[in-house]
C-alpha cells in the first residue's frame, strides 16, 4: 500500500505562485512514476504533469506547459509541483497519483494505482 499525501495549496492572488507536494510512504515511491491531476468544481478530473521514476522525462497538458514544473526528490519519497503565472480557471483540487507499472510517463488516471486526498488551490482574480 501507498499513502500519498498532498499539501501546499491556499489562496493566490492571479500572477501568483505556489508549490505543492506529494509525500508519500509505504511502498518505495522511486519506483512509481508520479503524476499530478485537478479537477475543477463541476468539471471532470483533468491530467497536469507526470514524471518518470528518476525524474530525466517530463510531461505537461497544454493547459500548464510554461507556467508549471513537476519535479521529484526520491531521498525525501515527495513530488512537487511548482506554479507559477497562476490563472483563476488553474483553480481547483490538485491530487497527486502513483503508478507502480512501467517506467513510462502516464496522463491518463485509470494508469495510475495511488491517490491522494487532494489540495484545493483557488486564484483570484
Known amino acids: 500500500q501507498v499513502r500519498l499525501v498532498e499539501s501546499g495549496g491556499g489562496l493566490v492572488q492571479a500572477g501568483g505562485s505556489l508549490r505543492l507536494s506529494c509525500a508519500a510512504s509505504?511502498?518505495?515511491?522511486?519506483?512509481?512514476?508520479m503524476g499530478w491531476f485537478r479537477q475543477a468544481p463541476g468539471k471532470e478530473r483533468e491530467f497536469v504533469a507526470t514524471?518518470?521514476?528518476?525524474?530525466?522525462?517530463?510531461d505537461y497538458s497544454q493547459s500548464v506547459k510554461g507556467r508549471f514544473t513537476i519535479s521529484r526528490d526520491n531521498a525525501e519519497n515527495t513530488v512537487y509541483l511548482q506554479m507559477n503565472s497562476l490563472k483563476p480557471e488553474d483553480t481547483a483540487v490538485y491530487y497527486c497519483?502513483?503508478?507502480?507499472?512501467?517506467?513510462?510517463?502516464?496522463?491518463?488516471?485509470?494508469?495510475?494505482?495511488?491517490w491522494g486526498q487532494g489540495t484545493q488551490v483557488t486564484v483570484s482574480s
Open positions: 497519483a502513483a503508478s507502480f507499472g512501467a517506467n513510462i510517463i502516464r496522463k491518463r488516471e485509470n494508469e495510475y494505482d495511488y
Open positions: 509505504g511502498r518505495t515511491s522511486s519506483n512509481a512514476v
Open positions: 514524471i518518470s521514476r528518476l525524474g530525466r522525462v517530463t
